[in-house]
């Protein structure tokens, strides 16, 4: 550890990590950004917990959590701060099969998780990439491979642990702190360290899982596959949950289109190839794969350490209601400018909008699909000018999936009552604004 840190407490001896510890370089970046903190505390339970960001408070700086690290946004980690890493409380445990309750660290990988719930004919709708930590997801919204058919991640969460700012450890759920627990369901990174959740999950054996790879063609040819998705998707059962995701094809070449569905429910007398079949239409197909899998097959968790992997490093979001002709137009024009270089759409609606918009702090619950574009840092100013493009078809944004701040970005992902009622917890629950790398809402 470096000699400028401030003496270490004896309850975190060995777990706080510096520029000079040979573990430095495996805990200081994540997915997408580097980072270079001024230290990385590891706490093993949520007494740690309160302590570690007690250490780090005190050395005056940026102060980020991190569950999994694998955050688009870049929060969970800083340059010359202190990250907190929950990675260690990782505990998956079902507390009552019966009733579907289960309790999870907020440091455990959703792969590890799916793998854990399996043997019990159990799983949670939680994102697409088993290496995702649960508290970055579970406190933002969670648009997984069961979306549609279950719901958001944050839909399902009963109960949520957290550290506040001034070391205090509270549970919020409907009864206990029910505000609090209203915020965290969206906003979560602004209020505290979550430790553990409790959540209800489903009943949820095989799967289709099906990878289809579409030749685009041109901007025309890629709007036109964009709206037959999307019509596919508004009038196929609630067992089906798709993503559609583009490459640009570079210069005298097509765009290539990779459409990954899942199909959730019973697979017998022909319901998932019913199901299924419609998306095969939706462009000149390339290749088709369909496989039935146990979920846990769907979110491996690899185990890889971060080091800024993935180069798409400048990110926006935005909800569409419907994909129509106009905003796939403005969608696969940006693939014809070389300047984005992936566009990601994930279907929603279904059991994500049964939800009150008013349960949650996230509160968007009319949209169908969500969107995000990505391309490289140094080519940004193309992507904001693709976005001021396609913004009259948007209707809000996932808060994570976008690398933006600032007052318009933070109206978009809180509209309406919801922005007003966060900052009014806000000074309730932190009011020194020490939880403000995740949208600050001062």
Known sequence: MTSTLPPVPPSLAGRIVGPDDARYERLRHGYVHRGA?????????????????????????????????????????????????????DEVRVLDRARRRIRVGAGARWGRVAQALAPHGLAVSSGDTGDVGVGGLVTA??????????????????????????????????????DLFWAVRGAGGNFGAVTAVELRAHETGDVVFANLVFD?????????????????????????????????????????????????????HGAAERTLTPLLGVGPLVRQRAVLAPYPALVPVSGVAHHAQQP????????????TADAARAVAEALESGQV?????????????DMDPAATAYAHRTQNFSLMSATVPERESGLDAHWARLAPHLNGLYLSFDTRRGPRVLAEAFPGPVLPRLRALKERYDPENVFDRNFPLK
């Open 312 to 323: 798409l490093g400048a990110t926006r979001s935005g909800l569409l209601d419907h994909l």
């Open 37 to 89: 903190p001024a230290a990385v505390l590891l706490p093993e339970d949520a007494a740690q917990t309160a302590e570690a960001l007690a250490y780090a408070r005190s050395l005056g700086s940026a102060v980020s959590v991190r569950s999994g690290g694998h955050g688009i946004s870049g929060r969970s980690t800083n340059d010359g701060g202190a990250v907190v890493d929950l990675s260690r409380l």
């Open 341 to 353: 270089l992936m566009q990601q759409f994930r279907s929603v609606g279904g059991a994500v909008n």
């Open 216 to 268: 685009a063609g041109n901007a025309a040819e890629a709007a036109a596959l964009i709206e037959a998705w999307g019509a596919v998707l508004e009038t196929a059962p609630r067992e089906l949950t798709s993503f559609l995701t583009f490459m640009p094809g570079g210069p005298g070449r097509s765009h290539v289109a990779h459409v990954a569905a899942v199909y959730a429910g019973n697979a017998e």
């Open 141 to 178: 919204g969670g648009m997984g491979w069961l979306a549609r058919l279950h719901g958001l991640t944050v839909d399902h969460v009963t109960a949520v642990e957290l550290v506040l700012a001034d070391g205090t450890h509270v549970r919020a759920d409907a009864e206990r702190e029910p």
